[in-house]
């Protein structure tokens, strides 16, 4: 007895006298139409792949023109080459024209032995009514005289003087400043102008500081020290007032001086 296993006979043989209602059953007898399924979906899949490059050579390509309408015949058409001419390298300037007076070559004398003489200074009746340069020039009468415009000769250097602001001190310049009349006198002007505070017992100094100017002004004046009651405030406005000073003197030259100095405060008795 042959089996079909495409009809699925081999099922009813292994499950006779079994329980056909069990799951096992109802695959194995599906299996056939699993298998024919699966056989047509493979042969499908197959044949489609074998014949995919058949398929796509035989699609027209859209972006394709026909040749035949490109054929068109271009003709060169050869121009003359335009004339350029060769810019010219370390061309001589143009010689000058020719002056209106006769110049005559100068020639520097020199001392040397008679047979090594190359060529004599010119005679002075040569240089009669002439000029002389580098070279023989023959005038012309007729040419025009021209002056060079003022201003574009040889300009000379300017020595410009710096001015020397830096501040010394008064130790080790040349000479110091002073109050016109000495020391002395400034402190008879300090005390007659001070007005000092009505304070009982007020004594001591007020130490100040100023440069000394070029001009003899005092300027940048400070309080360095003082004993309060506004005796500071009235050192600055008596030191405002003071006539110019004599400067200080360095490499001969007036100079900017730093000075300080002390004022004794002692109220009168």
């Known amino acids: 007895m042959k089996l079909d296993i495409l009809k699925n006979q081999w099922v009813e043989i292994v499950f006779e006298g079994r ?8 695959l194995r007898k ?12 493979g042969a499908f899949f197959f044949s ?15 972006g394709e023109e026909d040749n035949s309408l490109k054929d068109i015949k271009l003709t060169t058409v050869k ?3 335009k004339k350029v001419e060769p810019p010219k390298l370390n061309a001589p300037p143009p010689p000058p024209p020719p002056p209106a007076v006769d110049q005559v070559k100068f020639v520097k004398p020199v001392v040397a032995k008679a047979d090594e003489v190359v060529e004599e200074p010119p005679k002075i009746v040569d240089l009669k009514d002439k000029k002389t340069g580098a070279e023989t020039i023959k005038g012309d009468p007729d040419a025009e005289l021209t002056v060079a415009p003022a201003g574009t000769g040889p300009k000379t250097s300017q020595v410009v003087e710096e001015s020397d ?9 040349e000479v110091k400043p002073d109050f016109p009349g000495g020391m002395d006198k400034f402190y008879s002007f300090v005390g007659k102008n ?3 505070p009505e304070e009982e017992g007020l004594k001591g100094k007020v130490y100040v500081s100023f440069v000394v100017e070029k001009d003899g002004s005092l300027t940048d004046i400070k309080v360095l020290r003082d004993i309060g009651y506004g005796t500071g ?24 001086v730093q000075y ?3 004022i004794a405060i002692q109220q009168q008795e």
């Open 194 to 196: 001070y007005r000092t």
């Open 233 to 256: 405030k009235e050192a600055i406005r008596v030191l405002q007032k003071s006539p110019k000073w004599n400067p200080g003197i360095q490499n001969g030259k007036p100079v900017r």
């Open 30 to 41: 599906s299996n056939r139409k699993t298998t024919i399924k699966a056989l047509l979906i």
């Open 48 to 62: 489609l792949a074998v014949s995919a490059p058949l398929i796509i050579s035989l699609i027209p390509k859209g």
């Open 79 to 81: 121009l003359p080459p």
């Open 260 to 262: 300080s100095l002390p």
């Open 165 to 173: 602001d830096q501040v010394y001190s008064t130790a080790g310049i």
């Open 19 to 26: 329980n056909k209602l069990y799951g096992a059953y109802d």
